[in-house]
């Protein structure tokens, strides 16, 4: 076996600048640039929409730019008041870049002059010559559009674009056209739900073990992986690596890889394993959390947050142990453990997140103590165990 120096470990699936990337060329830049205004206006009031494209200004023009930048600062941000700018020296890689469209939800790029995982061609007679010098960007081409209905798309990419006749082709001057097949293709993104129940926590407060604790007669853990089989493509169950030998489940275990962090090693864990799954994290002490609550908080999903969580009705801040949790979170958990916090509600505080108000608040009451598990007993109507 060949000696391997780092282990593998899953990966993003990443473009240039995000996850759902589209290069739109094969036609002037005003013309690109038109295109996905277009697309911006008609999405960004549910997605949030990227755009890449480079600086068309004449050279020899007087125009100025940061004026820091040209004394040597590094990094410029700028309050424009109402919006904001950030000036860099150098030209970002896609590591850089990353980051910075993580949140995007579609990132439209001029193929003219940069790079996408997907690509657009628009057959445009004057930029024939051009198209065919930027065949190697032609990877994965979805759409093909016409700017003069008379025409048809090029011999060369008859020959070089594999699949040639399964690629639609529509008018560039038919946008209604154009806007639903981008809209099928943003449902298409929509990250695959995965459920993940918590039972890593040592219980000091309750003196044993919270999550085979059954008030409905059989223990919680079981209980809520039960509900979350209902609305997850399958479910696994969060523990610590001591645990996973004792733990016997149909259900895959999921051993915290990301150690002596709480709740947050168990969601960076996940997503170490998976991270181009949404995860809906549940935690094992809430045994008032029910199927109910589940389908509310699953059908108010909003993907483009980073997480969909409840508000809390004793601190008003999101749950975090009753959220789903989408890939744009991962790399923005990673940044606030650089930063030296392990809080999972800090990051939904500080961060884009969809709060919803419960339908009922006592589903979310957490029990750690055996008092508070009397008053849970009492509000089930059940006796004791």
């Excluded at 969909?308 to 790399?331: N, Q």
Aim: net charge neutral; aromatic share 8%.
């Amino acid at each position: 076996m060949k000696h391997k120096k780092h282990d593998d470990i899953a990966r993003p699936s990443l473009g240039q600048f995000g996850r759902n990337e589209w290069a739109i060329l094969g036609t002037n830049c005003g013309e690109i640039k038109q295109l996905a205004g277009k697309l911006n206006a008609a999405f960004s009031s549910k997605y949030k929409i990227g755009y890449v494209d480079a600086d068309h200004q004449e050279v020899g023009s007087s125009t100025v730019g940061s004026l820091q930048l040209e004394k040597g600062t590094t990094i410029e941000f700028t309050d424009k008041i109402a919006y904001n700018r950030l000036d860099f020296m150098g030209k970002p890689t896609q590591w850089q870049f990353r980051p910075l469209f993580n949140e995007m939800d579609l990132v439209l790029v001029n193929g003219n002059h940069f790079t996408a995982k997907k690509q657009v061609v628009v057959i445009d007679p004057k930029k024939q010559d051009s198209l065919k010098r930027k065949l190697d960007r032609l990877t994965d081409v979805h759409l093909i559009l016409l700017t003069d209905p008379a025409m048809q798309p090029f011999d060369f990419l008859k020959e070089n674009l594999p699949d040639f006749k399964k690629i639609p082709v529509l008018q560039l001057a038919d946008f209604q056209k154009i806007k639903s097949f981008f809209e099928e293709k943003l449902t298409d993104a929509l990250p695959p739900l995965n459920g993940l129940v918590l039972v890593g926590g040592k219980s000091r407060r309750m003196g044993t073990d919270k999550s085979i604790l059954q008030y409905h007669d059989k223990p919680q853990r079981d209980v809520m992986i039960e509900v979350l089989d209902k609305f997850c493509q399958k479910t696994k169950v969060s523990c610590r690596p001591e645990q996973a030998g004792e733990l016997v489940y149909t259900h895959d275990v999921l051993p915290d890889t990301f150690l002596g962090l709480g709740p947050m090693g168990a969601i960076l864990s996940a997503f170490r394993q998976e991270p181009d799954t949404a995860w809906l994290v549940v935690a094992c002490d809430l045994p008032l959390l029910d199927e109910a609550a589940i389908r509310f908080l699953v059908e108010n999903r909003n993907p483009s947050a980073i997480a969909t969580a409840f508000r809390s009705p004793v601190s008003g801040f999101p749950e975090p142990l009753v959220a789903i949790w989408e890939p744009k979170s991962y790399p923005v958990l990673l940044q606030f453990l650089a930063q030296g916090y392990s809080c999972p509600r800090k990051v939904l505080i500080n961060s884009p997140v969809e709060v919803l108000e419960a339908p009922n608040p006592d589903v979310l009451m957490n029990v750690n103590t055996p008092d508070e598990v009397d008053v849970v007993l009492k509000k089930l109507g059940v006796e004791g165990f």
